[in-house]
């Protein structure tokens, strides 16, 4: 979890000094400590959970995709003014147990053009979507599926530990 911190670090600020690589580490490591308190798990496990850091930039990598494809699904629905927009309001629940990957999720809705999460009520997620046809597929989407990939590999990890 810290180089995937310490990666989007160095990528926001599209240069690399030491100032950047300390602060940037720091940064990571205070962020690293904040996951954990919220998640529950281990110092350890949270630092050098390598196998999460190439889950995790999956995701990454899905996410910006989704943005790229939405961006250009909303700019094409604004070029377009006479066709008919159709907002709608619909409810979807993954199969994700871990809150903190269902606030993933949700603030990966938001972030995602077009979408908006409304609320989220234990597993239950209200999204806002600008046009119908943006709520087509997102139960099944890639990105719901690699979060929930990422969730059932923890659950699993944890029950081995037991």
Known sequence: MFALFMILWIVFNGRI??????IGAIVSFLLVLLTRRMSGEKFRDVMLGKWEVYHYLGYLFRLVGEIAVSSWRVIVLVLHPGREVKPKLFYFEPDIEREGIRVLLANSITLTPGTLTVGLKGGRFHVHALDASFSDGIETSE????????????????????
């Open 17 to 22: 000094t030491l100032e950047i690589l300390i």
């Open 143 to 162: 990105l719901v599926r690699a979060l929930e990939r990422i969730d059932a590999a923890k659950s699993k990890r944890r029950e081995a530990r037991g």
